[in-house]
C-alpha cells in the first residue's frame, strides 16, 4: 500500500524547526494559538454556509418594489 504523501514546504520546515526550539509551555501555546486558528477558519466558513442559506430565505423580503427607491442607494 502507497501513502500518499505530500512534500513538506519550506515554510512548513522553518516553522517546525522553531517549534522544536520551545518550551514546553511555549509549545502548550503555539497548539493553544494553533486551535484558535482552525476554531477562527471553521467560524468564518460556518457563517458563509449560514448567510448563504438565510439568502433565499430572506429574498422575498429584499426583493419587493417598496425597496427599490433603497436599492438604488
Known amino acids: ?40 477558519d471553521r467560524d468564518r466558513q460556518l457563517l458563509r454556509a449560514s448567510n448563504k442559506l438565510a439568502e433565499d430565505a430572506f429574498k422575498k423580503v429584499w426583493d419587493n418594489p417598496e425597496d427599490d427607491p433603497y436599492d438604488r442607494l
Do not use: C, G, H
Request: aromatic residues 4%.
Open 1 to 40: 500500500m502507497q501513502q500518499n504523501i505530500t512534500p513538506i514546504s519550506d515554510q512548513e520546515e522553518i516553522l517546525i524547526q522553531k517549534i522544536r526550539t520551545l518550551s514546553p509551555d511555549k509549545l502548550t501555546e503555539v497548539v493553544d494559538f494553533v486551535d484558535f486558528l482552525s476554531q477562527k
